[in-house]
């Protein structure tokens, strides 16, 4: 079945640094990926997505760009801020009607000022 | 637009009791969904409902049950908790036909609910 598999946290790091998360997926056909974002005590938001293979999706200083020769989705930001402390969850969407979501099992994020 | 709503934002039972966790949308969107958050483990589905009239199991659906009362609403309900129900429950929906949004999914700001 389709899978999602993601760097394990917590991950820190000083402000200013370079970041990137790992993410890898399992799927049949052309799924969606995206990476949502949770900040403390709150529900998860889309901080950005890729449709189909080539796309890099890109928010707030964050980039990942949908690999299908290697199943990746990698997130990247060149100068983290404190304020991006959050846990960040990769996932794939099957393109298909009222289709589910599997997500990753989340990466803890602190930012050192 | 308030987007997705939840209530409670917390809830404590006993073994035992029952609730009813509800969720609403007003993005006029056809698919529904609840997820648990459990630490470690990401989200993992319970039911959805594709549209209204229809739902489906999740990856973890036993002890739940679910009524999609129309479009806009979709509760969760716990008939008997138990202590490994204790999580924090996120409702989301989307809506595939408003326009190829890659069925992107936007959740409510959850309910956390500890079962003693």
């Known amino acids: 079945g389709n899978s999602v598999t993601q760097m394990e946290g917590p991950v820190t790091l000083s402000e200013e640094a370079f970041l990137t998360i790992n993410c890898t997926y399992t799927?049949?056909?052309?799924?969606?990926l995206f990476w949502y974002v949770q900040y403390p005590g709150e529900g998860l938001q889309l901080l950005l997505k890729?449709?189909?293979?080539?796309d890099k999706g890109s928010n707030k200083g964050f980039e990942a760009t949908y690999r299908k020769e290697t199943t990746s989705f990698h997130l990247e930001k060149g100068s983290v801020q404190v304020s991006d402390s959050a846990v960040y969850f990769c996932?794939?969407?099957?393109?298909?009607?009222?289709?589910?979501?599997?997500f990753g099992s989340g990466t803890r994020l602190s930012i050192r000022p | 637009n308030a987007g997705v709503t939840q209530t409670p934002k917390f809830q404590v039972l006993k073994t035992g009791q029952s609730m009813t966790l509800q969720c609403a949308q007003d993005?006029?969107?056809?698919?529904m969904y609840w997820y648990r958050q459990d630490p470690g483990m990401g989200l993992r589905l319970i039911y959805y409902?594709?549209?209204?009239?229809?739902?489906d199991k999740g990856e973890v659906p036993n002890g739940y049950n679910v009524s999609r009362l129309n479009k806009r609403e979709f509760s969760l309900r716990l008939e008997s908790a138990a202590p490994s129900q204790t999580s924090v429950y996120f409702c989301?929906?989307?809506?595939?036909?408003?326009?190829?949004?890659?069925?992107?999914?936007?959740f409510g700001p959850g309910t956390r609910l500890t079962v003693l």
């Open positions: 996932a794939l969407s099957e393109n298909s009607s009222a289709s589910k979501i599997i």
């Open positions: 409902s594709a549209s209204e009239g229809t739902t």
């Open positions: 890729a449709t189909k293979a080539d």
């Open positions: 799927a049949t056909g052309y799924p969606s």
């Open positions: 989301a929906s989307s809506d595939p036909y408003q326009g190829f949004t890659g069925n992107e999914q936007f």
């Open positions: 993005m006029n969107h056809n698919s």
